[in-house]
């Protein structure tokens, strides 16, 4: 028999496979209820997804006929956290338990009204994964809603590069020791290269950058799955390798191997002065640190080509020196100019070197300038991704 947790896992990946496969959203319902129902035991659910800036009742389970939608939406969306009903609370919540809001990009997106979870459960991460089943189903349906409203407005390729542009975020964190910062430049308006962080708290904070095979709709729609996978199993899975590990098995699963990605991830603990990061088949990224240049090569091969990885490990940076670290994606050095030369790496590290004054958003910028200025007008043969990270030693 499957454990609960195999069970979720899989339920995941079947729900994300079915939001790849394009099926309808009412068979994505059924399949989000039939699980909480089935496998959790869940005896009332009321799934509300924003749409047009109303709230919507996708899924109801086992509730009232008179309970109004309208009436019930203005008593949840007080709540920012997950709550647990009380007997003070309004009438029209007792009959759940639990309100798990949804949260993308600063913005709830979903509320799901639940009551039943078992006796003797771990109530903990039944909920967790709640949360994770209910922010994918709310992201697709936004990227579902976002396409009917575009497709027949725009062109194909102008509405995905909105998906596209939508998930590269237009503001990086920066705290007291850091800072982060990003500069995106599509191909032909459609991309498939992705830059995100997730910030656990003011001293630890993740940052990725990766590069999906395949450009327009599909390598856009992988893009947006695969943003929904790192940003839900990011928070389950701390340790990089084991996270990795979990990307890899459910992006082959889902794309059959026929598509992969590669993909720098690091995470920065500022409590303990480190930086992790898992390399997977992605262009070194440049680590500038006491006067060197540093490439931080692959640690394990790409994304999704294989069902398990051959190999893991881990690299370490010790932060007790300022430094800087730039990645991007191989768009950046595929640039030639007129004459038929590659922009190369070397003249990327010769140009840092010489501006690792600048702080990271001007350095990003400048590293783009520089590039283009290069190219000299020339086509430029695919997206370019820039993502710099600079640690400080001493406080701002």
Known sequence: MLSL??????????????????????????MYKDFLTWELSIDKIALFIKEDNRWKLFVRYNIDDDIREEDLARKFIIYERLHTIKPTDDALLQPFEFIIPVYHKKEPIAYSLISGIREGSDIYNNIQFITSLTNIIAVASENKRLVRRQITQEKELEFANEVTQMLIPNEMPRGNHYELANVYRPHFKVGGDYIDYIKFSDTKISFCIADVSGKGIAGAM??????????????QYRDLETLVIALNQTVSKITKGEKYLTLFIAVVDLENKMLYYVNAGHIPPLLFKNGKVTELKATCTIIGHFEELPGISEGMVELTQDCTLVAFTDGL?????????????EMLKEYVAGNLNLNARQLAQGIMKKAMEFSNGSEIPDDIAILNFKYNKSEK
């Open 222 to 235: 992988i893009m947006a799955n695969f943003q929904a996978l790192i940003q839900n199993l990011g928070q």
């Open 333 to 345: 050095v595929d640039i030639k100019n007129t004459e038929g030369i590659n922009y190369t790496v």
């Open 5 to 30: 947790k195999q069970l979720q896992m899989t339920s995941l990946l079947n729900i994300t496979q079915a939001i790849n496969e394009n099926l309808p959203q009412e068979d994505i319902y059924k």
